[in-house]
Each structure stands twice: as structure tokens, then as C-alpha cells.
């Protein structure tokens, strides 16, 4: 079965002020369109991967034949890394969306950094360094919580680690709106962070 575009959970506007809604058309029809038109064609003659979820898809790259593995890195960590990130954010200015986090992930975010403030610090400046490409990810490992970023479209799934959250840094997702300035994109991107649905994924990192 081909992999399929998710809809949005909301409008292509919920996310103003903080994410244009040019840029949501673009990333969402666009963007991540492509990456899974691109996993499709690699899978063609390749059914018993094809069955697999993407996330399922990209956690094992072994299984995957090498004339394809850096396609498939590439397009399936697109459609997965997306996939995960629309589900994270949500309508900005209402309950639950943006301000400071709620449940465990708050309970651990202050045990691990200190406080919220600190958190975002941390990610802000690790993820605003990640050279060209790439992501900031938040995972859960031997513990503890921990910020990573990857180049490219490469998931922390395939070093065996589950996304809490991730934001996006390529320019595709905030050239439009904030040009060259990746730290306020960073720094707004938390108004829109969906905290029920980080917890509900913290859950799953915990196991
Ligand atoms: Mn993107």
C-alpha cells in the first residue's frame, strides 16, 4: 500500500501569526508531497516494505537494499519527520497549544533542565547551530531527556530513539516569514506547540 498524505489536523491559517499560511501550503502539499512520492517510486517493486508503517520503514535502514537505502533514508525520513510534526503543533491561542507544557513531559523537562525557560533554551541554541538542513529533536534516552539534531531528513528512529518532538530547520519551513532568521522562527515555534499530543508521545518514548 502507497503511503498517502496526511491531512492536517487543522486549517492551513490555525498556526498564524507564528507560521504563515503560504508556508503551510508549500511545506504541507508541497514538501512533504514530494518526499512521499519520491519513498513510493523506491518501494515500487518492494511490497513487503511497502507494508511496513514509515516509521516502522526507517527504524530498521538495514532491511532496506542498498540501491535504495539512501532514497528511502531520505523520503521516508521526510514522510515520517512530517508526519510527526503537523501532529505536534495546533491552533495558536487556544487551550492547550503553546504556553508551558503540562503533564509528565513538564514534570521531566523540569527534573532534566531545570525549568521550561532553560528547555527551550537549550533547543533554541542546539537546534539554530545545526549546520544547513535539518532537525532539532527532543528524545528520551538511558533516563533522561535529551536534545539532538540530525541533518538532512534523517530520524532518530533509525539510531533506535523515538521523536518526542522535532521542529523543522530547514529554510523550507520558515524562509518565507522570517528569511534568514532561524532563532525567531525557533523562538515562536513554541506558541504552537501541542502539548497533549507531546505527552501522549513521551508516553510512547518512555515505553
Ligand atoms: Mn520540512
Given at each position: 500500500m502507497a503511503y498517502e498524505l496526511p491531512p492536517l489536523?487543522?486549517?492551513?491559517?490555525a498556526l498564524e501569526p507564528f507560521i504563515d499560511v503560504e508556508t503551510m501550503h508549500l511545506h504541507h502539499?508541497?514538501?512533504?508531497q514530494t518526499y512521499i512520492t519520491?519513498?513510493?517510486?523506491?518501494?515500487?517493486?518492494?511490497?513487503?516494505?511497502?507494508?511496513?508503517?514509515?516509521?516502522?520503514?526507517?527504524?530498521d535502514l538495514n532491511a532496506v537494499p542498498e540501491d535504495i537505502?539512501?532514497?528511502?533514508?531520505?523520503?521516508?525520513?521526510g514522510h515520517s519527520n512530517h508526519s510527526m510534526f503537523w501532529t505536534i503543533m495546533g491552533k495558536a491561542n487556544s487551550s492547550g497549544i503553546g504556553g508551558q507544557p503540562s503533564g509528565d513531559i513538564?514534570?521531566?523537562i523540569s527534573a532534566d533542565f531545570g525549568d521550561f525557560e532553560a528547555f527551550k533554551k537549550t533547543f533554541n541554541e542546539t537546534t539554530a547551530k545545526q549546520f544547513g538542513s535539518g532537525w532539532g529533536w527532543l528524545v528520551f534516552t538511558g533516563g533522561k531527556l535529551k536534545v539532538i539534531?540530525?541533518?538532512n531528513q534523517d530520524s532518530p528512529l533509525s539510531q533506535g530513539l523515538y521523536p518526542i518532538l522535532g521542529n523543522d530547520v530547514w529554510e523550507h519551513a520558515y524562509y518565507l516569514k522570517y528569511q534568514n532568521k532561524r532563532p525567531d522562527y525557533l523562538a515562536a515555534w513554541w506558541n504552537v506547540v501541542n502539548w497533549a499530543?507531546?505527552?501522549k508521545r513521551f508516553a510512547k518514548a518512555k515505553g
Open positions: 489536523p487543522y486549517d492551513y491559517n502539499d508541497k514538501h512533504h519520491n519513498v513510493n517510486a523506491a518501494l515500487a517493486n518492494h511490497p513487503n516494505l511497502a507494508a511496513k508503517s514509515v516509521d516502522d520503514l526507517i527504524s537505502r539512501s532514497v528511502v533514508r531520505n523520503n521516508g525520513g513538564a514534570r521531566q539534531t540530525s541533518a499530543e507531546v505527552n
